[in-house]
């Protein structure tokens, strides 16, 4: 299949003022293109950093770095889907220009790499490693509520800003959808 380098989203998703409406529109993309036999590689790289992105804030958000390390990275490392992962999600972040979460997430690669051998046995014995200062690490990753605010300002200026993004009127979606992902 050829590679698909235009995103189209509902324009009323695009526009909602829901942050994770805007957010989510490429994953609702994604899904589309995935279920007409694409793989995430066929697509545009920002549909991946978005995703991982998403993944790692709603992972580490809900469950801390510790079980981010375990319910994600541990599952993949020594795999070429590690790399992918690490990799999208810093670039996701750097292409929200300077977001404190960034840094943060590099700090916590580096721990994940200093315990990984620990990580990676705690998630074969079912039996997640627990970093010290998990609670810490997670409010050096978001702060607070007026932080998270912020960071999803910051990926709703970044989606609003992707000149691959093609808008298309709710009505007319599915049949423009279909078109692009049949050529």
């Known amino acids: ?3 698909i380098t ?3 989203v509902p324009r009323e998703d ?3 003022d829901d942050a994770w409406v805007v957010v989510d529109s490429l994953s609702v993309f994604a899904k589309a293109a995935v279920k007409a036999g694409y793989s995430l590689d066929d697509l545009p790289e920002e549909i991946r950093w978005n995703s991982e992105v998403t993944n790692a804030l709603t992972q580490i958000n809900r469950n801390g770095p510790s079980l ?3 319910n994600v990275l541990a599952e993949h490392d020594g795999l070429e889907r590690w790399k992918k992962i690490v990799d999208a999600t810093r670039a996701g972040l750097a292409a929200l220009g300077n977001v404190p979460q960034a840094s943060a997430y590099d ?3 580096s721990i994940y790499e200093n315990n990984r051998a620990s990580i990676v046995n705690g998630r074969r014995a079912d039996t997640p490693f627990k970093l010290a200062k998990d609670f810490d690490l997670l409010c050096h990753f978001m702060p607070s509520g007026k932080a998270e605010d912020e960071f999803m300002g910051e990926r709703v200026r970044w989606v609003r800003s992707l000149s691959i993004i093609r808008p298309i ?3 007319s979606y599915d049949q423009e959808l ?6």
């Open 14 to 16: 695009i526009e909602s």
């Open 107 to 109: 700090d916590l690669i």
């Open 6 to 8: 235009t995103i189209l």
């Open 178 to 183: 279909a078109i692009l992902l049949s050529a």
């Open 68 to 70: 981010y390390f375990y």
């Open 169 to 171: 009127a709710r009505t």
């Open 1 to 3: 299949m050829p590679s």
